[in-house]
């Protein structure tokens, strides 16, 4: 779901990938450019879970799509 969101936020700007952890489940971050951590679950933000969240990571991507 983040990921669609993203990408009809962006069309065509982003490509988003994503690895499996072997050891853990439940453990979501969101990157941009590999250095820029905007969410992590396993660093207190929880699960994407309301709009506030959803927006936060909006923002961030927008701002670094700006920057290109």
Request: net charge negative.
């Amino acid at each position: 779901m983040i990921a669609e969101t993203i990408k009809s936020a962006f069309p065509g700007k982003v490509d988003i990938t994503g690895e499996g952890t072997p050891t853990a489940t439940g453990y979501m971050e969101v990157v941009i450019d590999g250095k820029d951590l905007v969410h992590s679950k396993a660093n207190g933000d929880g699960h994407v879970d309301s709009q506030e969240k959803m927006q936060k990571i909006i923002d961030a991507v927008g701002k670094y799509v700006a920057a290109l």
